[in-house]
């Protein structure tokens, strides 16, 4: 039982990791192009 908790877990924080860096990602493009944009259009 211990070891699959210890996997439970070990998925769940890989899982949230993941999503935790494609947010990052997601708004450091937006970011990115809002800014670019934004540069372009002046």
């Known amino acids: 039982m211990a070891v699959i908790a210890v996997r439970a877990m070990h998925v769940a924080v890989i899982m ?3 999503v935790i860096v494609v947010v990052i990602a997601v708004r450091a493009v937006d970011v990115f192009l809002l800014g670019h944009a934004s ?3 002046m």
């Open 16 to 18: 949230v990791v993941c």
């Open 39 to 41: 540069y372009s259009g």
